[in-house]
């Protein structure tokens, strides 16, 4: 949402931000394989691959060269749709080796995503003043508390329309953004799709929401450190 607006390439991203989200999943995966390792050890060892429904490997190679093509091609708008329709057919085709297109779940994003482009620029007259009267610091755990009740998307977008920002306030816009992402479910845009894949996992598939903002907040922390620390 603001890296055009910013001038973030990917070299940027991956020396201000990337080094230090991938430290902070590190330690998070590890801490939580050590916190269930009882049931991880419980989990079904059986390969897939022997049963009647393995994937095949050239299906699989397809499926990796279409999210390599999704990166490549995302401000590319004719490839990307393009991609993506093939990408359909592909999933109709084989739809035995797939699991349900979560379809629905993304068009709810991206209609949400383009009311924020439509609407929020709007927002600029109460929401400079606002931000140019706090400080990094306060930005950084403002944006992380706030994106625990909205998107995270929202937050950075709507930062993006503020003229004049320093490049401490930017980088702490974006990194409180990307720490409070997992608080909630509606904070980041995977969030929903991930839900959609779990929920049969939990009783009556029902996320308590105060049950995941306090298993969220152990993680969020480290993830905190990292950004504001390294």
């Given at each position: 949402m603001v890296a055009g607006k910013w001038n973030w390439d990917i070299?940027?991203?991956?020396?201000?931000?990337?080094?230090?989200?991938?430290?902070?999943?590190?330690?998070?995966?590890?801490?939580a394989t050590l916190l269930f390792r009882k049931e991880l050890s419980q989990l079904s060892t059986t390969d897939s691959s022997e049963g009647s429904n393995s994937v095949p490997l050239v299906l699989s190679l397809v499926h990796l060269a279409f999210?390599?093509?999704?990166?490549?091609?995302?401000?590319?708008?004719?490839?990307?749709?393009?991609?993506?329709?093939?990408?359909?057919?592909?999933?109709?085709?084989?739809r035995h080796h797939q699991d349900r297109l979560i379809l629905r779940?993304?068009?709810?994003?991206?209609?949400?995503?383009?009311?924020?482009?439509?609407?929020?620029g709007?927002?600029?007259?109460?929401?400079?003043?606002?931000?140019?009267?706090?400080?990094?610091?306060?930005?950084f755990f403002g944006a992380t508390i706030f994106t625990a009740f909205t998107d995270n998307?929202?937050?950075?977008?709507?930062?993006?329309?503020?003229?004049?920002?320093?490049?401490?306030?930017?980088y702490a816009l974006v990194a409180g953004a990307v720490t409070g992402g997992g608080l909630t479910i509606i904070?980041?845009?995977?969030?929903?799709?991930?839900?959609?894949?779990l929920r049969s996992h939990f009783e009556e598939e029902v996320v308590h929401p105060l049950?995941?903002?306090?298993?969220?907040?152990?993680?969020?922390?480290?993830a905190a450190l990292a950004f504001w620390y390294l």
């Open positions: 070299a940027f991203m991956i020396s201000a931000f990337g080094w230090k989200a991938a430290i902070a999943v590190v330690l998070n995966a590890v801490g999210l390599v093509g999704v990166v490549v091609f995302a401000h590319h708008p004719a490839i990307f749709v393009g991609l993506f329709l093939f990408f359909l057919g592909v999933a109709d085709a084989y779940e993304g068009l709810l994003v991206a209609f949400f995503l383009a009311g924020l482009v439509v609407l929020g709007q927002q600029q007259w109460w929401l400079q003043p606002v931000l140019m009267s706090m400080s990094s610091d306060a930005v998307a929202a937050l950075t977008y709507l930062g993006s329309l503020v003229e004049g920002l320093s490049d401490d306030f930017k904070a980041n845009a995977p969030n929903p799709a991930g839900i959609a894949i049950g995941l903002l306090l298993a969220a907040l152990p993680p969020t922390i480290i």
